[in-house]
């Protein structure tokens, strides 16, 4: 029995006591929609689940899938879209577009996403050729002593893949409080990785900004002493990617003099212009030691 809804369709005619389709070759099984576009059976189905591609009739008795033939240039549009890892949702979001803005927004928010990956991905490989084949120089580690220093500082647990966006919101905020409480900075912007951070792929981090002590400052900034350390100090210069190279070359450095010590390492970002360019500057790693390395 044909379903009415079919029926009422303009496609469809009636002859007689028994209904015949004058177009049943305009629908598609599920099986020869498969082999038009590369997607399995299996993905048809989830697809449909999923409200990202319905197919044009589903009998009421069999449950068997039915497709119309110019389903068939959609369908290879979604597989193209997951091709390029965009998520089910947002191709859902691409296929039912109310308008072309929303669809084009979508669509360039992915090719944006796609265009940084390719970038970090261009980076890495870069990173490896140069891992593979650059020379190994002695690092140019320095030894120093940093005393107790005033500032302005935010500490938290932060997880390790939300460290750059906690990073960079913590020392606008800190930036914001100095201006705000008319402090008057004394040096560069730092911070404390605990060793927790490293180990367990999260922990507590402190962003600080030095300033001359006695500023009293609000919300979640707080006044805060660097403690003082003796410090094996390595400049990173490169990419962010490269960043472990230099954590790996100091490393290195102190576990053979056996001068490590207990307590978090410290960076410092030394801008490379005026300001408080957050992404212009060049990262100094400092490691505990125990004491004094000539």
Known sequence: ???????????????GEHATVSAMSTLLSIGDFSRMTYLSVKTLRHYHEVGVLEPARVDPDTGYRYYRPDQVTAAQIVRRFRDLGMPLDEVRAVVHAGDPGTRDRTITAHLDRMERRLDETRTAVASLRALLTESRAAPDVRYRHEPVTASLAITAEVAGEDVVAWWL?????VHRTAVLTGSTRTGP????????????G???ITAFVPVTPGTAPGGRVRAFDVPAAHLAVLRHRGPFG??????????????ERGAGADGPIRERYLPLGRGDDLFHHETEVGWPLAGPVR
Not at 189 to 200: M, P, R, T, Y
Not at 242 to 247: C, E, G, I, N, S
């Open 189 to 200: 912007d730092g911070a404390l990785f605990s060793g927790g951070f490293f180990e367990d």
């Open 242 to 255: 490269d960043l472990d190279r230099t954590y790996g070359a100091l490393g290195t450095w102190v576990a």
């Open 169 to 173: 919101a913590a020392f606008q905020e």
């Open 202 to 204: 999260g922990g507590e």
């Open 1 to 15: 029995m044909l379903d009415p809804a079919i029926l009422a369709d303009g496609r469809w005619t009636v002859t």
